[in-house]
């Protein structure tokens, strides 16, 4: 299957170890799509036109598009490392705190870009009262 007519191949390499949770497996397979999961590019040479990741493999691409993502910074201050304070970047950042859902009535959200005010929908959704600081979307999309 083939969209806006590119008929080329695309790779999607990533250092998490399962595929992007909001699309099932078949939707890349039936795009052509290979996903080089637990791969991590270590070096670009723009010359040769390659790609080269931790395990030493050389990929050639002829365009290159270089989404790296983001961590989410981890708070310095006391309490950063208590029991029920998670960061969530990757679904199973999400089942560990789906699986602790059942227990809390409180939610506290630090940093409202759109992972965190996902997380606070989810948290919501499930009944619980939730207050998100340090909000980065207008309030419209934010109360969304």
Request: net charge neutral; aromatic share 6%; glycine share 10%.
């Amino acid at each position: 299957m083939c969209q806006a007519k590119f008929e080329g191949s695309i790779a999607i390499i990533g250092d998490e170890s399962q595929p992007p949770y909001e699309r099932p497996a078949a939707f890349w397979d039936e795009r052509n799509v290979d996903m080089l999961l637990s791969c991590r590019v270590v070096s670009v040479d723009p010359v040769a036109c390659t790609v080269t990741t931790d395990d030493g493999a050389a990929i050639g691409q002829k365009y290159l598009v270089w989404a790296t993502g983001g961590l989410p910074r981890r708070l310095a201050c006391a309490g950063h490392n208590s029991a029920g304070a998670h960061m969530v970047r990757t679904r199973a950042d999400g089942d560990r705190m789906l699986a602790e859902m059942p227990n809390v009535t409180r939610a506290v959200v630090i940093g409202g870009e759109y992972i965190g005010l996902e997380a606070a929908a989810v948290l919501a959704k499930f009944g619980k009262k939730v207050v998100v600081l340090a909000r980065v979307a207008g309030e419209p999309l934010a109360r969304f």
